[in-house]
């Protein structure tokens, strides 16, 4: 029977990043094991949104690199996470409008596929999704 738990931000930050040797080994071995199928990780959109955030603030990694190394672990079938394409859909958004968080990315990526057309802000970057019109109330 496969191991499964849940995943927290650290690990993937340690799998990502480099910074602590023992930790990333660690955490390389554990992502290995899911991508071979011996163990089952589940994660949250907050995972992703607090790893995007430590990893462009802390680590100064570019987004487009973690855009690339984040969307690669969306494509591991034993790594669950709600949502997958909306997701994927977020990291694209996310590296190609700056201004924009990626908590802003999600909000407007899932805005959309609500099918709504429209989100309250008074954020004026949040009017740069083409398919989302921001209205202040």
Partial sequence: MKSEAFLDTN???????PAHADHHARAVRLIS??????VILHLSVTVILEATFVLTRAYRVPRRDIANELTNLLHLNNLVIPDKPLIAATLRLWTEESPLSFADCYHLVLTS?????????FDR????YPRVERIEP
Avoid at 33 to 38: A, C, L, P, R, W
């Fill in 11 to 17: 690990i993937l930050i340690d799998a990502l990043v």
């Fill in 33 to 38: 094991k899911v991508s071979h199928g011996d």
């Fill in 125 to 128: 970057k949040m009017g740069r």
């Fill in 113 to 121: 596929s609500l099918g709504l057309d429209s989100i309250y802000s």
